[in-house]
């Protein structure tokens, strides 16, 4: 997918109204689970609801920065800064691959945040350092999403502030 067809992606009419209401109802599923595995007895029903749970658990934290990135390319202030990319790869005990993107970022070659992206769906990313434009939006301290030549990153937690650390240039 291109930057732009990515763009297009994330700023769907609708998509802040959809994911509102994917929480709440993950949170209404899981109850009812909970509610079914007591009536029955059946501890499948608390199994299923403990896997519903975490992935409740995972939109409530990913949520508010996916609609802080589509606002950010709506309406955002973007200024050109950098971001250095690396990938954590790693492997479950029956051998499945993972990954994980995490970014530094900064602007004229001062280190501002510490970012663990949302796994990209439709790119794979590079290691190493990329220029890119920051977009920041009224509230919210760090860049809310970074455009690369090849695509576009957002926060999956709150970034940490980067200290003490040296970009090299």
């Given at each position: ?65 996916i609609s802080n990135a589509a606002r950010g390319l709506k309406e955002g202030l973007k ?8 990938i954590h790869r790693w492997k479950d005990t029956e051998s499945n691959q993972y990954e ?53 990153l957002y926060p999956r937690l709150k970034p940490k502030r980067a200290s003490g650390i040296?970009?090299?240039?």
């Amino acid at each position: 997918m291109t930057l732009d067809e990515q763009i297009a992606e994330l700023s769907r009419p609708g998509l802040d109204i959809r994911m509102d209401l994917a929480r709440p109802t993950v949170l209404v599923l899981t109850a009812g689970l909970v509610l079914a595995g007591a009536i029955t007895s059946n501890p499948a029903f608390y199994g299923i609801a403990l896997a519903s749970a975490l992935i409740g658990f995972a939109m409530w934290q990913t949520t508010p920065h996916i609609s802080n990135a589509a606002r950010g390319l709506k309406e955002g202030l973007k200024q050109n800064g950098a971001v250095e990319i690396s990938i954590h790869r790693w492997k479950d005990t029956e051998s499945n691959q993972y990954e994980s993107y995490q970014g530094l970022i900064s602007m004229d070659n001062q280190p501002l945040w510490q970012m663990e992206f949302v796994t990209p769906q439709s790119w794979q990313p590079l290691e190493g350092r990329h220029s890119a434009q920051l977009a920041f939006i009224r509230g919210v301290e760090w860049p809310v999403v970074i455009l690369t030549c090849d695509g576009l990153l957002y926060p999956r937690l709150k970034p940490k502030r980067a200290s003490g650390i040296q970009i090299q240039p």
